[in-house]
């Protein structure tokens, strides 16, 4: 099969790597607009792996498209991309990002193909540990989500917006909007990140679990931020986003009922940000291909992935591990 990777840093370079299999995928089309970036990560590669020039004719005969380039404009690649009958994989975490690529929900499901949003670290794998978690539970009542880290240049600078934006979070039925930057909360990584403070951000996570869970009555998420990230995110990013290579962390709480009993369930990952993105993004274009998501329609992975134990067995054998929380998830 035929698969195009748009961007070449530090996300789509490890889903180009997790991708490359000559006995699975026989071009593997690399592009970005840095044009020595992406034939850097090809020659690394070797064939069938390739760089090309960008155009909108490269999904011309591709099976999946993998939008990893920086967050903006990934709702017209990805029409793009499903008027030449390809399946499409999100890597952005952007809000903005999000909402327009759910829009194609009815594009999709009239040409047959799917639209995955937000398959990253976090969303993404945070949302198959949330149906993973709740898989235990006869009812669920709120779903929380925290991370920890980021990946490249371009994952960084989003984070610094996210703290400058609108938190919008699920409650009772509505959606409630906050101040970016608020909301204070101590949260409990996988060691050794450790307990870090945790605060509302412009996350797109809220509006992908909600379709999975539809009697809950509370669903937010967080990101880790210092009180210096805080301060200057509404400014310019005062000095340049750190490469990749910084440990990371997500985590997922589901609150519910097992029978007549109230029972949670905690899980986490641990590793760093672009590499897990990168492994769980190649998962769900590799399933996408192999008809192995629901659908057709525009989601995320919590929504398209029905059974999540064999992603997450996938997951784990490209060494991206959940852990589960033993003790007191009381918040």
């Not at 917006?161 to 608020?182: F, N």
Request: glycine share 10%; aromatic share 4%.
């Amino acid at each position: 099969m035929r698969v195009v990777v748009v961007g070449a840093g530090a996300v789509g370079a490890r889903a180009a790597r997790q991708l490359h299999n000559p006995a699975t995928v026989s071009d593997l089309v690399i592009s970005d607009i840095d044009e020595r970036r992406s034939a850097s990560v090809a020659a690394s590669l070797s064939e069938p792996a390739r760089s090309a020039r960008w155009s909108e004719d490269l999904f011309d005969g591709a099976r999946v498209v993998v939008l990893a380039a920086p967050p903006g404009d990934h709702r017209d690649l990805a029409e793009a991309a499903l008027e030449r009958g390809a399946d499409v994989v999100s890597v952005s975490d952007d809000a903005g990002d999000s909402s327009r690529l759910l829009d194609l929900d009815a594009e999709a499901r009239e040409r047959g193909r799917r639209v995955v949003v937000g398959a990253g670290f976090s969303p993404g794998l945070t949302c198959v540990l949330a149906r993973h978690a709740a898989s235990d539970l006869s009812a669920v009542d709120e779903v929380h989500v925290a991370k920890a880290g980021t990946g490249g240049p371009a994952c960084a600078r989003q984070h610094h917006r996210a703290l400058a934006g609108e938190a919008v979070d699920w409650r009772d039925g509505a959606w409630v909007r906050r101040a970016a930057g608020s909301g204070r909360e101590l949260c409990w990584f996988p060691d050794p990140v450790g307990g870090l403070d945790c605060y509302r951000a412009a996350l797109p996570d809220a509006r992908l679990l909600r379709p999975a869970f539809p009697g809950v009555s509370r669903i937010t998420a967080r990101v880790s931020a210092s009180r210096r990230d805080r301060v200057t995110s509404r400014l310019p990013m005062l000095r340049p986003p750190h490469p990749d290579g910084v440990i990371g962390a997500v985590r997922v709480e589901v609150r519910g009922r097992r029978g007549a009993a109230t029972d949670a369930r905690v899980l986490g990952a641990l590793d760093r940000p672009a590499v897990a993105a990168g492994a769980v993004a190649a998962v769900a274009a590799i399933w996408a291909a192999e008809g192995r998501l629901a659908g057709p329609g525009a989601g995320g992975l919590a929504v398209l992935v029905a059974d999540p134990v064999p992603f997450l067995h996938d997951l784990a054998e490209r060494g991206i591990r959940a852990a589960v929380f033993e003790g007191n998830a009381a918040r």
